[in-house]
């Protein structure tokens, strides 16, 4: 079993800058593939950004040049630095991981609770 914790979301105005973190536990033997996802009210979830175990990234459109996502694989940790923060920007936002563990051969896809993000004035 894994638990895949959130912090860093809140409230802030156009132009600030937000940094959300992703901290996995439990009998973790590797990860994969890391990412964060967004989706706000009456739209679908989407990709904000992804990372390899090699560090290799890929962001969305919207957010490219003012979001950056980052990894630990030591700690099995994922994080979103967000500048430049747009309303648009508003969601709840989830990270998600592929572990696996030292009972198993597969990796398997697990989810954040979310956390809010709210740009506004």
């Known amino acids: 079993q894994v638990q895949l914790v959130e912090s860093g979301g809140g409230s802030v105005q156009p132009g600030g800058s937000l940094r959300l973190s992703c901290a996995a536990s439990?009998?973790?033997?590797?990860?994969?593939?890391m990412g964060w996802y967004r989706q706000a009210p009456g739209k679908e979830r989407e990709l904000v950004a992804d990372?390899?175990?090699?560090?290799?990234?890929n962001y969305a459109d919207s957010v490219k040049g003012r979001f950056t996502i980052a990894r630990d694989n030591a700690r099995n940790t994922v994080s979103l630095q967000m500048n430049s923060l747009k309303p648009e920007d508003t969601a709840v936002y989830y990270c998600?991981?592929?572990?696996?563990?030292?009972?198993?051969?597969?990796?398997?896809?697990?989810w954040g609770q979310g956390t809010q993000v709210t740009v506004s004035t």
């Open positions: 439990g009998s973790i033997f590797s990860t994969n593939y």
């Open positions: 998600t991981m592929e572990v696996k563990f030292y009972a198993g051969s597969h990796y398997l896809p697990f």
């Open positions: 990372i390899t175990y090699s560090r290799s990234a």
